[in-house]
């Protein structure tokens, strides 16, 4: 089972808020480091205003603030919500203010991206203003599917509903309580907005890390634990636990340090003075190996891991601690393990758009299928979509990995400092 932790870290003199999904392990699977002071775009919902249209490269280019431009790819404007249309006569046209949904944080020198589906999303459904379907997460199969699917035909809204992996493991009550709040928050939302100027901020995404916690998977996290009493509360206070549940004792309350949800889940506040959490949890020592270009693999081959402006490159080596005889019997056993791995660092060290790998080369033709099925496997388990396209005749498995938000080797560029 996995485990979720949030704590602080002083790197190179800036305090961050390190918050970061481990497995039964400890070894980091996902991480997600926020300076203090430092906001984050991504979920907010403006009232934006077209700057203009490119029609060559079929977007829209829009302010949500004097300073800040967004691209607005033009196949993504369905159902827009206006607050003032300037053209009659044309679907979207410079000097329309429209709510736009930031999807996609600035990445080097590329403007942050927008959305006119809006998304309000819960732990367990997710609502859209565009794609108006209902629908219930592909991931869910069997018994589970047919009761969400038959729950999310009844639901009603000018606005589709997806419903999470997360509401297999939850009663209908549940589920139907959350789409209620979500519907609610919408709502809210949509009616002030259509009083709003331009650049107003209608909807603020929850922070970095209450949004990790919720989109996690419920039925493989075992206990979230901080070393911030403020932060445990929030927590709480998100997992639907209640104020009175956080102490203990008659006249004299004492709080208390661990509460269970009703998934559940163990929600921990650490303070032990002999050994602080990052240390426990080897915060330091995950992220200096995250960063690392050279990976180790249990059999002794390894990974050279080298992101660039276009794409990133992955290059797979048997190592030279194994016999070059041992090798070419093993060939396969060894690129399976570097597939798992490589969906691992991709998720870990947040790298997207295109993937270029170089597996060991592989003579046999079902050794090839076999090892891009347990690479596929490997990718499914990560949140952010991620696909698998083709071997090329050069050998090279192309992936493609949804740019969400900033990789780690951005967030620090010259290194840790340590």
């Not at 980091?28 to 060559?56: C, F, H, Q, R």
């Amino acid at each position: 089972m996995n485990r979720y932790m949030i704590t602080r870290e002083k790197i190179k003199g800036q305090e961050y808020l390190i918050s970061a999904l481990y497995d039964e392990k400890k070894h980091m699977i996902e991480v997600l480091p926020e300076a203090a002071g430092e906001t984050s775009l991504l979920g907010n919902i403006y009232v934006g205003k077209v700057e203009n249209i490119v029609t060559n490269l079929n977007a829209a280019f829009v302010k949500i603030a004097p300073d800040i431009r967004c691209y607005l790819p033009l196949s993504d404007v369905k159902n827009p919500v206006f607050t003032r249309k300037l053209s009659q006569t044309k679907a979207l046209a410079a000097g329309d203010e429209l709510l736009v949904q930031v999807s996609r944080e600035a990445l080097k020198t590329k403007d942050p991206a927008v959305t006119t589906n809006l998304t309000i999303a819960g732990t367990y459904a997710v609502l859209t203003s565009g794609n108006r379907k209902k629908s219930v997460s592909s991931k869910v199969k069997g018994e589970a599917r047919e009761r969400l699917v038959k729950l999310v035909e009844q639901t009603a809204g000018e606005y589709g509903v997806i419903l999470r992996t997360n509401a297999a493991e939850a009663s209908d009550e549940t589920v139907l309580l959350e789409l209620e709040v979500l519907s609610e928050r919408y709502e809210t939302m949509a009616e002030a907005a259509a009083h709003k100027n331009c650049y107003t901020l209608v909807y603020r995404e929850e922070a970095g890390w209450l949004r990790h916690i919720r989109d996690l998977r419920k039925d493989d996290l075992e206990e979230i634990v901080t070393d911030d009493r403020g932060m445990f509360e929030d927590i709480c206070s998100a997992c639907r636990i209640h104020k009175q549940a956080l102490t203990t004792g008659g006249s004299v309350p004492v709080p208390v340090d661990e509460v269970m949800t009703a998934d559940g889940i163990r929600i921990r506040y650490y303070k032990d003075p002999a050994l602080s959490l990052g240390a426990l949890y080897s915060v330091r020592s995950e992220l200096k190996n995250a960063l690392s270009e050279r990976v180790w693999l249990k059999s002794g081959a390894y990974l050279v891991i080298q992101p660039t402006e276009a794409l990133t490159v992955v290059d797979v080596n048997t190592g030279k601690n194994v016999a070059k005889k041992e090798m070419q019997e093993n060939f396969l056993r060894v690129n399976k393990e570097a597939a798992e791995e490589i969906a691992r660092q991709l998720r870990l060290r947040n790298l997207s758009g295109m993937v270029l790998v170089d597996f060991i080369n592989l003579t046999s033709k079902s050794a090839e299928e076999e090892l891009l099925k347990t690479f596929r496997a490997a990718l499914q388990k990560d949140p952010v979509p991620a696909q698998l396209i083709d071997m090329t005749a050069l050998g090279l498995v192309e992936v493609t990995r949804k740019k969400i938000k900033r990789p780690l080797h951005e967030i620090f560029p010259d290194g840790l400092g340590f």
